[in-house]
């Protein structure tokens, strides 16, 4: 690596499984987390490389809060570096949170997805609204004016003014960054096999764009699909992903893009634990070619300069097929393409024309 890359690190440790996840997790164990963040540290070494993100996603990386410090301390890390670390409310200590700050830590996301308990007895989370409530808290208490908190919508019977009650609620505990997801039943998982009375596509696209006034009306810009922030608090390890920007990611099931080739590890946690180096298998070896790399920075609401498709030989074909499709769906300017809110409710259809016409 001769330049500043993103570092994600998978912590597939869980308390419990939500029925909804379908990321790659076991339960946890103290001595099986001891062994895993020796052998992260180990291919941290291995790698090398300097990183301006670092990212610790699972899982329920939290649960590690008590070797994040050593991972750091192994990697070449610049001193302005994003370093996040995905949390479980409940377990959001002031004891633990405090100890996170000490390592260099300044970024929290917490999975609160809903604050409002039927939904989370629904979702399957451990933590109650109180347990959400005293998380962000204790998260400015020690030190942190970075947090992120995860919403989820389009859940049963959810209603305009649930969404609107959970995302004011989250902006006046001091979060600057949310995450809102439509809820997907993915295969595999609990909710597969269950009988769900989700709400059908036209209603979901509701719920979808009322999230998108309700949380521009709270002063969080839009940048992505399914993220919004206030102004600076922009994920900047997420947005290497969406710009195909490259990093290194380091533990089982974790995926990387690093030196022109997109590589992953095997969802195996004692065979990432035992191998030296992970072990890694070739996803793509040519990646960022004109549809991967449009169809990742459509996602973000910058969307596309004519410039960045002149490089593809693809300017000309791009407004061509923008100029097809409805305003409500696409914004075109003198400098790019980029979708609009109603454009993201069914954004695999819009980005296809815009690719293939």
């Not at 949310?178 to 009375?197: C, N």
């Not at 974790?254 to 065979?271: E, M, N, P, Q, V």
């Not at 305003?327 to 815009?354: H, M, Q």
């Amino acid at each position: 690596m001769t330049r500043d890359t993103g570092l994600y690190i998978h912590v597939p440790f869980c308390l419990s499984k939500c029925p909804y996840c379908d990321f790659y997790s076991v339960r946890y164990g103290r001595e099986k987390a001891r062994e895993y963040a020796a052998a992260v540290v180990r291919n941290i070494r291995h790698y090398g490389g300097r990183f301006d993100t670092v990212y610790f996603g699972g899982g329920t990386p939290i649960l590690l809060y008590e070797h994040i410090g050593g991972i750091l301390a192994a990697a070449d890390i610049v001193p302005d570096a994003e370093i996040t670390v995905e949390a479980n409310p409940c377990m959001a200590e002031p004891h633990i949170l405090a100890a996170l700050r000490k390592t260099g830590v300044n970024r929290l996301s917490f999975g609160v997805q809903s604050m409002n308990e039927r939904e989370l007895a629904f979702l399957g989370r451990r933590h109650t609204v109180t347990q959400a409530e005293n998380a962000l808290r204790n998260a400015h208490t020690a030190g942190f004016d970075n947090i992120s908190a995860d919403m989820m919508i389009a859940l049963p019977g959810q209603s305009e003014d649930d969404i609107a009650r959970t995302a004011e609620r989250l902006a006046g505990l001091g979060a600057v960054h949310i995450s809102a997801y439509i809820l997907k039943v993915e295969d595999g998982t609990p909710f597969a096999e269950r009988e769900l009375s989700l709400p059908d596509d036209d209603r979901a696209a509701e719920l979808y764009l009322h999230t998108v006034d309700t949380l521009e009306r709270l002063g969080y810009r839009q940048y992505e699909i399914s993220n919004f922030a206030r102004e600076g608090y922009e994920s900047r390890h997420n947005l290497k992903y969406w710009r195909c920007e490259e990093y290194l990611g380091i533990g089982a099931a974790a995926h990387s893009y690093l030196d022109g080739k997109r590589f992953c590890t095997a969802r195996d946690i004692d065979a990432f634990i035992a191998s030296p180096v992970q072990e890694v298998s070739i996803t793509d070896e040519k990646p960022g070619d004109w549809e991967e790399y449009a169809m990742l920075k459509l996602r973000l609401t910058e969307g596309i300069t004519f410039a960045e498709a002149a490089r593809f030989g693809k300017a000309g074909e791009l407004l061509a097929n923008a100029e097809k499709l409805p305003r409500s769906l696409v914004s075109i300017t003198d400098s790019g393409v980029s979708l609009t809110p109603e454009g993201f409710v069914v954004s695999n259809a819009v980005i296809g024309k815009l690719i293939f016409g």
